[in-house]
T-cell receptor, first 113, second 112 residues
Framework: GAGVSQTPSNKVTEKGKYVELRCDPI?????LYWYRQSLGQGPEFLIY????????DSGLPNDRFFAVRPEGSVSTLKIQRTERGDSAVYLC???????????FGPGTRLLVL | EDQVTQSPEALRLQEGESSSLNCSYT??????LFWYRQDPGKGPEFLFT???AGEEKEKERLKATLTKKESFLHITAPKPEDSATYLC?????????????FGTGTRLQVTL
């Protein structure tokens, strides 16, 4: 079956620009997570959704980062006024209702010049 | 604050040379400990979930074990295709879903 998909796979932008990263979870999965992974590090939690609502956004680094999941399926991570320090791989994961195992997508590699 | 420490940072083995990777953790109320494999340029691939001390799980050449303070990933007679970064993560708290806290991983290289 289809896994978690993320688009684009790579994104290059300039400092100060706005970017949107998209995640399409496994069909039927109710929980969706965003993580950020820097080179040589483990994934770092950003935010997770249960259905349409953000259940925990404690990992968002500042108010330039925002995420939505309006219909409880696809999610978009939005970054305003990008900074060079935002360069990383942004990973999305999903899990089923009542399930603990999170299944990851391939990630979006963001490079801010 | 939940913490996960993995060792060694990197490990180089010859094909067939068995070894173990360590994951030590401090967490308030462990709900699960997870092992993932990550290949370069890919997202983490799920391997195992362990829920309580004493639990063991196996898959091909891999075996994961759990105590109250740490988990081990044992690799028996590894092959070059086992080369990857192995990530350990813990899940704590209440509710049906919550965030994972990851370690920095162990980079495993298996040579012929």
């Amino acid at each position: 079956g289809a896994g978690v998909s993320q688009t684009p796979s790579n994104k290059v932008t300039e400092k100060g620009k706005y970017v949107e990263l998209r995640c399409d979870p496994i069909s039927g999965h109710t929980a969706l997570y965003w993580y950020r992974q820097s080179l040589g590090q483990g994934p770092e939690f950003l935010i997770y959704f249960q259905g349409t609502g953000a259940a925990d956004d404690s990992g968002l680094p500042n108010d330039r980062f925002f995420a939505v999941r309006p219909e409880g399926s696809v999610s978009t991570l939005k970054i305003q006024r990008t900074e060079r320090g935002d360069s990383a791989v942004y990973l999305c994961a999903s899990s089923s209702s009542g399930g603990q195992t999170q299944y990851f997508g391939p990630g979006t590699r963001l490079l801010v010049l | 604050e939940d913490q996960v420490t993995q060792s060694p940072e990197a490990l180089r083995l010859q094909e067939g040379e068995s070894s173990s990777l360590n994951c030590s953790y401090t967490v308030s109320g462990l709900r699960g400990l997870f092992w993932y494999r990550q290949d370069p340029g890919k997202g983490p691939e799920f391997l195992f979930t362990l829920y309580s001390a004493g639990e063991e799980k196996e898959k091909e050449r891999l075996k994961a074990t759990l105590t109250k303070k740490e988990s081990f990933l044992h690799i028996t007679a590894p092959k070059p295709e086992d080369s990857a970064t192995y990530l350990c993560a813990v899940q704590a708290g209440t509710g049906t879903a919550s965030k994972l806290t990851f370690g920095t991983g162990t980079r495993l290289q298996v040579t012929l």
